[in-house]
């Protein structure tokens, strides 16, 4: 087991689960109130961090830059994706991709001006932006599996608030 106090840092859904459960438990190691412990976490600043923002942003420039990258993050969903921006942008690139146009910043722009996301996302300056600001396209799988991780604790938050209604129901 893990030492007393100690919270690891969150980045595989071990890690979150037992992140959370030192929101969970109080010092004397009493389970405190769920929902309270969960609303805690996922409003700490360090669970929206700047490392799941670039790495969700640095992928969705690598998606961009690399057409190929597609195939090397193909167990990502849209519903991983945190910020509202990458989600909407990720999705237009796998509907282009399915359509088996090529992915660039002109038709993933024209896709989401089809289903009227490109104005929300800032258009095809925004594409642009992440576009140029990719370090690396072949990070993009490093990149996935980050998003993916966090997406997954997440989802395990909102399980457990899900369990905790329950039980007081």
């Not at 990258?69 to 519903?79: K, N, P, Q, Y």
């Not at 992915?103 to 089809?114: F, G, P, R, S, W």
């Not at 289903?115 to 799988?141: F, H, K, Q």
Request: proline share 3%; aromatic share 6%.
């Amino acid at each position: 087991g893990r030492p007393s106090g100690a919270v690891p840092s969150p980045h595989n859904a071990w890690d979150a689960i037992w992140t959370a459960a030192a929101y969970l438990c109080g010092s004397d190691g009493r389970v405190t109130d769920i929902r309270a412990a969960i609303l805690s976490y996922s409003n700490d600043s360090s669970y929206v961090d700047k490392v799941l923002s670039k790495a969700e942003r640095a992928l969705i420039g690598a998606l961009l830059l690399d057409p190929d990258a597609i195939d090397r993050v193909s167990g990502l969903a849209e519903a991983d994706f945190y910020l509202d921006e990458c989600r909407r942008i990720f999705g237009a690139v796998r509907r282009v991709a399915a359509a088996g146009k090529a992915i660039d910043i002109v038709t993933v722009d024209d896709e989401m001006k089809a289903t009227g996301d490109s104005e929300a996302v800032g258009g095809i300056s925004t594409l642009a932006d992440l576009a140029n600001d990719c370090i690396s396209p072949s990070a993009a799988r490093f990149h996935a599996e980050i998003i993916r991780d966090r997406g997954v604790q997440r989802k395990i938050m909102a399980a457990a608030g899900d369990v905790q209604d329950a039980v007081l129901q």
